[in-house]
Every structure is written in structure tokens, then in C-alpha cells.
């Protein structure tokens, strides 16, 4: 099975920005979470989206929003970009039932100028 | 939001030793993981535990559900160099919701 992957996997943007990241979840899988992990923060939970819905949120401005689609794929959108906003942003699916096991897609390291 | 703690936070051994780091929470869980992240990447899940008790193993890596469900431990024999990187222990509740330690960060010295 193929792994989750993300696009795109650098960005650089400036300041008032927005940008919109993708990621497609390993076949099968219905659960979609997105994490921005910073050196000093470590793994901040964005939000998790199941079955186009989402389930769980983290706890972050409204300027980071997702989406996800009918077949899985979810994007997510930062608005307004600060300079704050730099960090690895990774996606994680799973099945979605139960907690079980979650698998990471490589990460869309995002610079903002 | 749910707090694990993972210790150390950081290791600096040398080649061939061993290892052994651990997670607690102050809640139970069903559910313990544990990753490797290498630098710019994302995390790669090494093992999972979803009994209490449970040990299990991949490798030169052996992890441990804690009988109390509150606790896992992750040890890694004779190190190589290619162990350097960071660890995470993960939990997850039945909503489907992932709490994430701060991690370990391994350097082997060879």
C-alpha cells in the first residue's frame, strides 16, 4: 500500500499570504489529522477530519481551517500567513475507529518571509 | 489538552549500548505508539501496543504497555548510529483523538 503523502513538500511565502496544503491518506484509510510541529512547540494538534467531517480541534487561531473530500483527501488552508506560522505541518490518517494506529506522511515544511 | 510525559528529553551514548526511554500519562489508554522522526521528516511509527502488559518487539527495539495503562517504555539494544534521531510515544482515547509526547532526542556516538 502506498503511504501518505503530502504536496506540496516546501513552500515559502510571505507575510498576509495564504496557502493551501494537500494531503491523500493511505487507501482505506477514513481519518485525517493535521499537526504543526515547530523546534520549541514540538506536535500541536490542528484538527482531525473523518468522513468529510470534522471529529476533533486543536487549539488554533481561525486563520487555519481544512476541508476534507469524498474520497479522503484533505486539504488545509492558513489565511492571513505571520511569520509565526513556520513549521513542518504534518498529516497522519488512520481508520478512524477506535484509536488505533496513525501514519504520518512526510511533512510540507512552510517558510514564511 | 491530555499530558504525556516522555524522559529524558535527551541522550547522548555511545555505539552499541542500550537504551530505554518512557511515556506516562495521567490518564488511561488503550492505545501506546511509538515514533521515530528523522530531521525534516515526518514520524515513522516503530511499534504499537493495544493491551496492557503487552510487550512487543521489532528488532533490536522492544516496547512495553504498562500494566497500570499509564505507562509504556521503549528500549532500543546496541545502538548504531542510525538510531540517531527523535522518539515520541503516542496515546490515543476511543474518539479517535492522538496525544503526543515532547520527545527524545538520541544521539549515538561512534
Known amino acids: 500500500k502506498a503511504g501518505v503523502t503530502q504536496t506540496p513538500r516546501y513552500l515559502i511565502k510571505t507575510r498576509g499570504q495564504q496557502v493551501t496544503l494537500s494531503c491523500s491518506p493511505i487507501?482505506?484509510?477514513?481519518?485525517v489529522s493535521w499537526y504543526q510541529q515547530t523546534p520549541g512547540q514540538g506536535l500541536q494538534f490542528l484538527f482531525e477530519y473523518f468522513s468529510e467531517t470534522q471529529r476533533n480541534k486543536g487549539n488554533f487561531p481561525g486563520r487555519f481551517s481544512g476541508r476534507q473530500f469524498s474520497n479522503s483527501r484533505s486539504e488545509m488552508n492558513v489565511s492571513t500567513l505571520e511569520l509565526g506560522d513556520s513549521a513542518l505541518y504534518l498529516c497522519?490518517?488512520?481508520?478512524?475507529?477506535?484509536?488505533?494506529?496513525?501514519?504520518f506522511g512526510p511533512g510540507t515544511r512552510l517558510l514564511v518571509l | 489538552g491530555q499530558q504525556l510525559n516522555q524522559s529524558p528529553q535527551s541522550m547522548f551514548i555511545q555505539e552499541g549500548e542500550d537504551v530505554s526511554m518512557n511515556c506516562t500519562s495521567s490518564s488511561i489508554f488503550n492505545t501506546w505508539l511509538w515514533y521515530k522522526q528523522d530531521p525534516g521528516e515526518g514520524p515513522v511509527l516503530l511499534i504499537a501496543l493495544y493491551k496492557a502488559g503487552e510487550l512487543t518487539s521489532n528488532g533490536r527495539l522492544t516496547a512495553q504497555f504498562g500494566i497500570t495503562r499509564k505507562d509504556s517504555f521503549l528500549n532500543i539494544s546496541a545502538s548504531i548510529p542510525s538510531d540517531v534521531g527523535i522518539y515520541f510515544c503516542a496515546t490515543a482515547n476511543t474518539g479517535n483523538q492522538f496525544y503526543f509526547g515532547t520527545g527524545t532526542s538520541l544521539t549515538v556516538i561512534p
Open positions: 497522519a490518517s488512520s481508520l478512524g475507529q477506535g484509536g488505533k494506529t496513525q501514519y
Open positions: 487507501s482505506g484509510h477514513r481519518s
